[in-house]
Nanobody, 115 residues
């Protein structure tokens, strides 16, 4: 099994920054994708950013140029650096680990951006 523990959410003013962390443990394979999705109230969960075990990244258009994603492979941890945050970024952010076509999710961490 796989466990994901997220941290780093909170309340920030518009224009501010936050860094989310997602630590994975358990049966982690060498080939996988880690990433972040988010869900705002009344909306569907949507992709924010992903990074493969090879280092390839993918971002939602709404966060390009503001968010970066990285991984510490030795620690099985992914990071989402969020800069220039906007009120529309307010959501619960969920960490994802995908391997062998199975998705594992974290418990979610709240990010609130005040205007």
């Amino acid at each position: 099994q796989v466990q994901l523990v997220e941290s780093g959410g909170g309340l920030v003013q518009a224009g501010g920054s936050l860094r989310l962390s997602c630590a994975a443990s358990g049966n982690i394979l060498s080939i996988n994708i880690m990433g972040w999705y988010r869900q705002a109230p009344g909306k569907q969960r949507e992709l924010v950013a992903t990074i493969t075990s090879g280092g390839s990244t993918n971002f939602a258009d709404s966060v390009k140029g503001r968010f970066t994603i990285s991984r510490d492979y030795a620690k099985n941890t992914a990071y989402l650096q969020m800069n220039n945050l906007k009120p529309e970024d307010t959501a619960v952010f969920y960490c994802l680990l995908r391997q062998r076509l199975v998705d594992y999710w974290g418990q979610g961490t709240q990010v609130t951006v005040s205007s």
